[in-house]
T-cell receptor, first 113, second 114 residues
Framework: GQQVMQIPQYQHVQEGEDFTTYCNSS?????IQWYKQRPGGHPVFLIQ?????EVKKQKRLTFQFGEAKKNSSLHITATQTTDVGTYFC?????????????FGQGTILTVHP | SAVISQKPSRDICQRGTSLTIQCQVD?????MFWYRQQPGQSLTLIAT?????????ESGFVIDKFPISRPNLTFSTLTVSNMSPEDSSIYLC???????????FGPGTRLTVL
């Protein structure tokens, strides 16, 4: 089945530092979604990327979709303690399984004040 | 966005017993999903539940162990049958969004099997 690899598994930063997590697939993706899960919480949808080379921004968060639609990244500028949590990428299976998501392993972000 | 509730929020069960988890949505949705998540781990899809049809199970999950009901467009249940300590996990339901096919998740059910 479809797999998405996400790195790093953990990232510890000082408040104010930048953070990036990467998601890679061996196959071309129809789209990719990003979710954030706060400690003790449930995943919350952040954004979806569909087009090759697409870049979207949400305040300090920048999301990119690779030209080949096989990789994606989430970059946070000047992290804050409110950014703490696990960030997941999720690939849409497409075709007859459209709507079904395959989640990456997630990157656990810790921000030290 | 959809508002989703799950019951129970947590439970501690004895091995060999069964637990039914309920998922209620505040609007009608076509697709509902059930996931399992070990603490600190990613989400693993158990099955997709569409109203009016049998649930579709992912590899490694079977109906006898995880029977699912989907009686209408706002409700679903997942039963964890004949539980063992390996079933201790967080179980999450989610629904398909209407805009991006994004998913909205319930708060989860934390299950501990002794």
């Amino acid at each position: 089945g479809q797999q998405v690899m996400q790195i790093p598994q953990y990232q510890h930063v000082q408040e104010g530092e930048d953070f990036t997590t990467y998601c890679n697939s061996s196959t071309t993706l129809s789209n990719i979604q990003w979710y954030k899960q706060r400690p003790g919480g449930h995943p919350v949808f952040l954004i979806q990327l569909v087009k090759s080379g697409e870049v979207k921004k949400q305040k300090r968060l920048t999301f990119q979709f690779g030209e080949a639609k096989k990789n994606s990244s989430l970059h946070i500028t000047a992290t804050q303690t409110t950014d703490v949590g696990t960030y997941f990428c999720a690939a849409n299976a497409g075709g007859t399984s459209y709507g079904k998501l395959t989640f990456g392993q997630g990157t656990i972000l810790t921000v030290h004040p | 966005s959809a508002v989703i509730s799950q019951k129970p929020s947590r439970d501690i069960c004895q091995r060999g017993t069964s637990l039914t988890i309920q998922c209620q949505v505040d609007s009608q949705v076509t697709m509902m999903f059930w996931y399992r998540q070990q603490p600190g781990q990613s989400l693993t899809l158990i099955a997709t539940a569409n109203q009016g049809s049998e649930a579709t199970y992912e590899s490694g999950f079977v109906i006898d162990k995880f029977p699912i009901s989907r009686p209408n467009l706002t409700f679903s249940t997942l039963t964890v049958s004949n539980m063992s300590p390996e079933d201790s996990s967080i179980y999450l339901c989610s629904v398909d969004g209407q805009v991006y096919n994004e998913q909205f998740f319930g708060p989860g059910t934390r299950l501990t099997v002794l």
